[in-house]
Structures are given as C-alpha cells and as structure tokens.
C-alpha cells in the first residue's frame, strides 16, 4: 500500500522553529515530486513548498520564501520542510503530496502536484 506519513508538527510560539518529515512507504520517493500544503481554517488550502524528483527544481509560496526551506533525502525515502521564522498565519495542518515525475513539468510549480498521493497531516499551531 502507497502511504504518505507527515510528522513533526506541534505547537511553537512565534518567532520559533519547527522540522516537518515526510515518510513514504510501499514506493520510493526517488522519481516523485513532493510537495508540502497547509489548510487553515477559513482559507484556501496553499502550496507551501515543492521540489522536484531530482531535487534541482524548488518553489516556495511568497508567504513563505526566506523562512522555510524543503528537501529531500532520497537514500532514507523522507523528504523534510524546515520552518523557521514561525509567524501565526503559518497556523493550520500540513500535507506532503507525491506525484510521479513525468506528470510533472519544470520548473516545479505546487498546484501541478495536487493531483498526487496525500498524507493524513500533522497540525503545525503557532500561538503564544
């Protein structure tokens, strides 16, 4: 069975650090996209970060450009999203997505990997 499984997620005051991680199991990740995506309440779900099968092609949501930074670790089949800067509209559950590298053109835009596998989701909550 092809999972996704996110994990990391907590709650952090503002101004914190946290390290999303994403497990695949039943593929390998190798010759897929990845793409982190949060959903908030009352908003528009949002493509955070994506990165490419090779690792050569990155996209970074303007909200977000500067403080998060995604990538992937092939050989261990995770790929991470490394969130510093933590502000509170950064609020919300957050998803990785894989989608299969030939359906994906580049340079990596998020909404090409919406159509992939998703994970559950883990809650990222910044407050203080």
């Known amino acids: 069975q092809l999972q996704l499984e996110e994990s990391g997620g907590n709650l952090v005051q503002p101004g914190g650090s946290l390290r999303l991680s994403c497990a695949a199991s039943g593929f390998t990740l190798d010759y897929y996209a990845i793409g982190w995506f949060r959903q908030a309440p009352g908003k528009e779900r949002e493509g955070v970060s994506c990165?490419?099968?090779?690792?050569?092609?990155?996209h970074y949501a303007d909200s977000v450009k500067g403080r998060f930074t995604i990538a992937r670790d092939n050989d261990k089949n995770m790929v991470y999203l490394q969130m510093n800067n933590l502000k509170p509209e950064d609020t919300g559950v957050y998803y990785c997505?894989?989608?299969?590298?030939?359906?994906?053109?580049?340079?990596?835009?998020?909404?090409?990997?919406?159509?992939?596998?998703w994970g559950q989701g883990t809650q990222v909550t910044v407050s203080s």
């Open positions: 997505v894989a989608k299969y590298r030939s359906t994906v053109p580049l340079p990596i835009w998020c909404p090409d990997i919406e159509g992939g596998l």
């Open positions: 990165i490419s099968s090779s690792g050569g092609s990155i």
